[in-house]
C-alpha cells in the first residue's frame, strides 16, 4: 500500500480531522481519569517518580502518535483503531478503500 | 570556610544524618500533598503536562539537592535551612561552630 498517493476530497479531510479530534479527546479523557486516580494513591516518594516516569512515557507516546498528515495518515489512523482511541464508524464518509484498509491494517498490528 | 576540613564525631554523624532525613522526609510530603492536589485539578491535556513539567524540575532539584557527603555538608544543610525543609534544632548535638556556619551561609543565600 502507498499511502502517499492517496487523494483526499475536502469532506474526507473534514471527516479524518474530526475523527483524529475525537480520538485524541478520548485518549486524553482517560489519561486523565488514570492520573487523577494515581495521584490519589500517592504517598511516597516512589509513587511521585512512578506518576513522573508514567507520565513521561505517555507524553512521549502521544507526542509521537497524534501526527495528522495527510501521507501515513492510514497508519496512524490504524493505529488508533488498534489502541481503542478511534471506531471505524468515526470514519464514515471516507472511501471504503480507505476504511478497509485502516481495518486491515488494525488487525495486523 | 573550608568544609572539606571538617571533623565529624560519630554523634554528630548520627545527628547530621537524622536531620538529612527528617528534611528530605518533609520535603518530600509537602511534595506528595502538593502532586494530590494539582491532579484533583487536572482536567486538560495541559494540564497533565503542566504536572509532568512540575515533576520533573522538583525530581532534578531533589536529586541534587539531597546528597549526604561530609565534605560539603554544611552548604546542603544551609539550603535546606534556607528552604525552610531543616530547622537549626534538629541540628543540636552538631558543634556550636558548624551550627553557626549552617545559619550563616542559610541567611546569606
Redesign the interface.
Known amino acids: 500500500m502507498q499511502a502517499t498517493e492517496l487523494e483526499w476530497s475536502q469532506t474526507e479531510k473534514d471527516v479524518a480531522r474530526h475523527a483524529f479530534d475525537q480520538a485524541y479527546d478520548r485518549e ?1 479523557d482517560d ?2 481519569t488514570i ?2 486516580t ?3 494513591k ?4 516512589t ?3 512512578s ?2 516516569d508514567f ?2 512515557a505517555r ?1 512521549h507516546e502521544i507526542d509521537g502518535k497524534y501526527d495528522f498528515k495527510y501521507p501515513g495518515l492510514l497508519f496512524v489512523f490504524a493505529r488508533l483503531v488498534h489502541d481503542g482511541w478511534m471506531k471505524t464508524e468515526d470514519l464514515v464518509g471516507l472511501e471504503k478503500d480507505k476504511i478497509a484498509k485502516i481495518s486491515a491494517l488494525a488487525r495486523m498490528q
Open positions: 486524553i489519561l486523565v492520573v487523577r494515581q495521584a490519589t500517592i504517598s511516597a516518594l509513587d511521585l517518580w506518576l513522573h507520565l513521561s507524553r
